[in-house]
């Protein structure tokens, strides 16, 4: 059990010792991540509403009665529920968002339950709820995790010093090193308000005019879709996937706003989507944190499972923090791994033709 899984479960586990539900409860969850927890709240309340950021997470939900899983990240704004849980997510921004979207959302006399790790966040998320809600409360407080209430919503706007609405779509003009390039972003994506240092390294080593000419592309873990985008101005084709539902909302957005049609954007967990389409290259600045732990899980299964997903001569390029060493797994799997670019604290790797 990695120790994001871990602590879910304390945090699930804390939850339901202090929650309270009634039987007519429409109880909303921002979090698929938790099946029993579902399955608890479905034998008890007459309905559950459950939206999530993870298509992966999605993608696994048994059907369960008195359960819709909603494949939007924020439910709209004139739906109403009795009891609301956030389970406290990765970046400040983004628990904003939630906290606002509840505030909105909550019924008279509603209580939103927070829940997660105190220095994951926890604590500040709870300090925030009390601008936007008359009473915020701590019910339990153990194993270095808290759970609270917010009751009576407050707060007709969001909070200036917060900055921008946060549910709502931004347009950025981020300085690549091919080119200037305006971004569809929101938070709750991976560097969602400015060019990813990685990235700009990939970019900057790679000749896409020469590499790309005539090529099928995937572009996987794509974020805002700068990679796949500026991609597409030298491929034959790119499909761009992501396993954040905000990211591919992104992405299309980002795609629409340069008329790009020589690209498409998928929810995909890595190559979930893709059944047996192949690729000449596939492009990755891969995610290596879950939660608020380092996980290499996802680089891996990009590499592990590209043979079916590569032409014959086909390669990976990645660029990825240097200390994980990704070309050793790349070994393992290809004929030929070479290292493109170091620069103290990147590297940019190419992986060819897989074994």
């Not at 101005?233 to 049609?261: K, M, P």
């Amino acid at each position: 059990m990695s120790k994001a899984t871990d602590s879910a479960s304390i945090s699930t586990t804390l939850l339901q010792e202090v929650a309270l539900f009634d039987t007519d409860d429409s109880v909303l969850v921002f979090s698929a991540e938790s099946v029993p927890l579902l399955r608890s709240l479905a034998r008890t309340v007459a309905q559950v509403d459950v939206y999530e950021l993870q298509h992966s997470y999605i993608d696994k939900l048994p059907n369960m009665q008195k359960v819709t899983v909603h494949t939007e990240v924020f439910p709209p704004v004139e739906d109403k529920f009795d009891k609301i849980i956030i389970f406290v997510p990765k970046g400040r921004d983004f628990a904003r968002a939630l906290l606002w979207q509840a505030s909105q959302v909550l019924a008279p006399g509603g209580t939103v339950y927070i829940a997660g790790p105190t220095n994951g966040g926890a604590k500040t998320v709870l300090k925030d709820a009390a601008d936007l809600f008359k009473d915020v409360t701590t019910l339990v407080f153990k194993k270095r995790h808290r759970v609270g209430s917010a009751r009576h919503a407050s707060a007709s706007v969001y909070p200036a010093e917060w900055g921008e609405e946060p549910t709502q779509i931004q347009f950025r003009t981020l300085e690549t090193p091919i080119k200037p390039l305006v971004v569809a972003t929101i938070p709750g994506i991976f560097s969602w308000e400015h060019l990813d240092e990685g990235t700009r390294f990939l970019l900057e080593t790679i000749d896409m005019e020469t590499l790309l000419a005539d090529k099928t592309v995937l572009d996987v873990g794509c974020g805002t879709g700068v990679i796949g985008a500026l991609a597409a101005g030298y491929a034959q084709h790119v499909t761009l996937v992501d396993d954040n539902l905000l990211a591919v909302r992104c992405t299309q957005a980002t795609l629409a706003h340069h008329h790009i049609t020589n690209a498409a954007v998928l929810a995909s967990d890595v190559y979930s989507a893709l059944s047996d389409e192949r690729f000449d290259i596939i492009l990755s600045n891969p995610p290596f944190h879950e939660k608020f732990d380092i996980n290499a899980n996802v680089a891996h299964r990009i590499l592990k499972e590209a043979k079916a997903h590569l032409t014959k001569r086909g390669s990976v390029i990645w660029v990825a923090n240097s200390f994980l060493r990704y070309e050793d797994v790349a070994a393992e799997h290809f004929r030929s791994v070479e290292v493109l670019a170091q620069n103290g604290k990147f590297t940019v790797v190419q992986a060819t033709q897989p074994l």
